[in-house]
């Protein structure tokens, strides 16, 4: 099984300290992959200074988390670094304005439910709106933390 790892799953790796060594007993096992992206470094560096604590904690668990890092399936003007980001089609392109449905909010989302695809991977996210309706669009599964958690068992 092959997971890209939302951002949001870092707030359960916090407060789930068994969730993080079962992922890498899975990882270790060879039965789980888990992608992330820059995207979502750079979403837990924009942590305001003021919660410095937590972004501190929370690039500590991303930085602990066994995920190999790929480059986003497509750009977005002013999210995506140059140099870690690919060209995509214009099929990929459509299909992104389709995701984000002209709301500039939903970019991200999309990019990481589009670069999924791309790896052949699904999503991990605690968004139970945009990315289930996302991944399913695109023919990927999107999965929550407790749903995952019932999954576990299977890939230790």
Request: net charge neutral.
């Amino acid at each position: 099984m092959k997971l890209m790892v939302d951002t949001n799953i870092a707030d359960d790796l916090l407060v789930r300290l068994l969730l993080l060594a079962d992922l890498r007993a899975a990882v270790s096992s060879g039965r789980l992959e888990l992608l992330v992206t820059h995207l979502q470094i750079d979403e837990v560096m924009e942590t305001p200074e003021n919660k410095s604590e937590r972004r501190d904690a929370l690039v500590n668990v991303l930085a602990s988390l066994p995920a190999r890092r790929v480059a986003t399936y497509g750009f977005v003007v002013g999210r995506t670094r140059l140099g870690f980001g690919m060209l995509a089609s214009s099929e990929h392109s459509q299909l992104y304005d389709e995701l984000i449905s002209g709301n500039i909010r939903h970019q991200e989302d999309a990019i990481l439910i589009l670069t999924a695809a791309y790896f052949w991977a699904d999503i991990l996210s605690n968004n139970t709106k945009d990315m289930p309706r996302m991944a399913k669009r695109v023919g990927i599964r999107s999965f929550t933390t407790r749903e995952f958690l019932d999954l576990l068992p299977r890939l230790r």
